[in-house]
């Protein structure tokens, strides 16, 4: 039996948890560059804020809004005592992002003589005692379905997919949310007459084969109960980090590849952090309506892990799409990754200059903490302020 744990809004709960006054309110976390929502609270959502809107439409549709500018240092602390309580659990855990991770329980039932559903519950609990925050907790027979079952279930729940109930399960799940199957291969299966999960696992393996390849008969054969995708407890470090989605319809305005792309380097600097990173290469992805791929790329002197520095670079990228196309998906690739604990100094690099960055960026926190966001900040993140200030310049996004 697999299980998969997954916090709920995670960025949101973590802020709710060191500020309890806040719980029951409207609460909406902004990317580094303030300009839009990375994650947000029920209520917010309940008040139409979705997540990558941006910050000033967010605002519009929720004036009474509480807007926090993320900070990543601390989710990486809370993700960090997550998975530490998680490894308590089973000996068989594969962290998959920031606040998921997937956990093999097979016999841990019988060491803790309960059910699977009184472990998830009793994980839920735990998480909440000791973190403040709540997770949602899917068990199955292998991780899609695990993941299936705990995205239904969301959020704070417990829920157990035996086998003799997938296929039922299935008949009410759209195939678009069967993880793997985005909107292109969607499209593909529909040709088929398939729109539900339960038809797809009912095509024959040879269609699965011809539209998906190899990998796409593994995802089937899970849809079937089997267990095709191993927990991998290994902490192998990535050749690459990158993140990509399509539009819900090709759009040719350059702001909204903009923000999506933003979005994607958001949340591929977690996978960075995590593996404790540094990127030699940004790559901008983008594919158009006819289907055509391009790459734009920027190279850094030297590797970095720096938002910052990551952010201004993919802003040069952005300036440089054509204009006039149609596009239909953007994402971002880092590449020539290399460990971000032992730093490598150029030949024309000082010590001191390094220790004084590292200095500058530790003061702009503080007082940026302490003052609010925005107080102090880098001089390559001014344009994004500048642009994404609304009409009075005292307008606050920090309201905390
Ligand atoms: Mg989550």
Known sequence: MIALIDADSFFASCELSRKPHLRGKPVMVLGRIGSFVLAKTHEAKFRGVNTVMPYWEAKKNCPEGIFIEGDFRFYTLVSRRLMAILKQWSPVVQVSSIDEAYLDLTGI???????????????????WQKLGITVTVGISTNKVLAKMACEKKKPNGTVVLPQ???????????????????????????????????QMRDLPMSIIKNLFGRNGILLWKELRGEYMFKVDASTRIPKQIGRTSSFD?????????????????????????????????????LRDREFKRIYLNHSFAKPTHDFFKLAGALQTLVDKIPKGSWWRSTGILLQKLSSSKIRQLSLFEDVESVVHEEDLNRVKDDLNKRYGQFTLTSGSSLFFKKKNRKKSDDERLGVM
């Open 109 to 127: 039932d019988q060491m803790h003589r309960k059910s699977f559903e009184a472990i998830g519950d009793a994980i839920r609990e735990e998480v």
């Open 164 to 198: 003799a109930q997938v296929s039922k399960f299935l008949e009410g799940i759209e195939v678009g949310d069967v993880p793997g199957i985005g909107r292109q291969r969607q499209l593909a299966v529909k040709r088929y007459g398939v729109q539900l999960a339960q």
């Open 249 to 285: 319809q090709p759009t040719q305005n350059i702001k909204d590849v903009e923000g999506m792309a933003f979005y994607h380097l958001e949340r591929s600097l977690e996978s960075l952090h995590r593996h404790q990173l540094a990127a030699g290469e940004l790559n901008l992805y």
